[in-house]
């Protein structure tokens, strides 16, 4: 079980260039696509944290069936992957819970997009969401004491797209963790990639169970 913390940023870690307060229905992000804001939660908290492709929450109507589909669930924050929303921003929702969505723009129509629900609960501890592109997204979280998580959502290329979109996606990633240092690290969301069966001459890697072939988006 992770604490989560009780005191409060100090506005000298907050960017100019970035949102400082709580957003309103539709806030949206500044040029460097991040936001960071002050936290009071108390501790001993449990924390849950998962992550789903939605398939689609572009529509009011789509993003208040998966809310309904939420109630039944123990959550705090759940990393969105194919959300196919348009546009980049914070909003809050019904029931005060954050939505961020990274998705499709003027210059890039196409992005199936990549999103964060953050339970309202647990927003006052967030320090910062940024995104890298369209498929890697991070968050940042204040622990108890001095410690931080971060958690990296991503919704990877299909097997159908261009080896130079596949390593730009895994040069995110790992832009992402070269930046941000915490004491936990979670990364999380849709590889799209096959696990498949286990090979011959492979031990202890993925295990006897296994279902089907294993596709290009599995790297050794």
């Known amino acids: 079980m992770v604490e989560i913390a009780s005191h409060n940023y100090s506005e000298a870690r907050l960017q100019n260039e970035v949102l400082q307060s709580k957003p309103r229905g539709g806030s949206k992000a500044g040029k460097s696509g991040s936001f960071r804001m002050e936290n009071s939660r108390k501790t001993g908290q449990e924390l849950f944290i998962c992550t789903y492709n939605t398939r ?8 208040q069936h998966l809310l309904e589909e939420l109630e039944e669930f123990k959550w705090d924050i759940i990393g969105l992957a194919e959300t196919r929303r348009e546009g980049e921003g914070l909003e ?5 819970a954050w939505l961020y969505n ?5 210059d890039d129509k196409k992005a199936r997009g990549v999103g ?3 339970h309202s609960k647990i927003k006052d501890n967030i320090i910062e969401v940024k995104s890298y592109s369209n498929r890697v997204i991070l968050l940042r979280l204040q622990l108890a004491g ?6 990296i959502q991503v919704y990877a290329p299909t097997s159908d797209h261009d080896d130079d979109e596949v390593e730009q996606f895994y040069e995110d990633i790992t832009k992402a963790l070269e930046e941000h240092k915490s004491n936990y690290t979670i990364v999380m969301g849709d590889f ?7 090979q011959e001459g492979e031990e202890n890697i ?5 279902v089907g072939e ?3 988006r599995v790297r050794p």
């Open 116 to 118: 964060f629900l953050i």
């Open 56 to 63: 689609t929450i572009r529509t009011e109507e789509s993003l």
């Open 192 to 198: 799209n990639a096959k696990v498949g069966k286990q």
């Open 214 to 216: 294993r596709n290009r």
């Open 146 to 151: 001095k410690e931080e998580m971060c958690i």
């Open 206 to 210: 993925l295990g006897k169970f296994g």
């Open 92 to 96: 809050e929702i019904e029931g005060g």
């Open 102 to 106: 990274r998705g499709a723009t003027e």
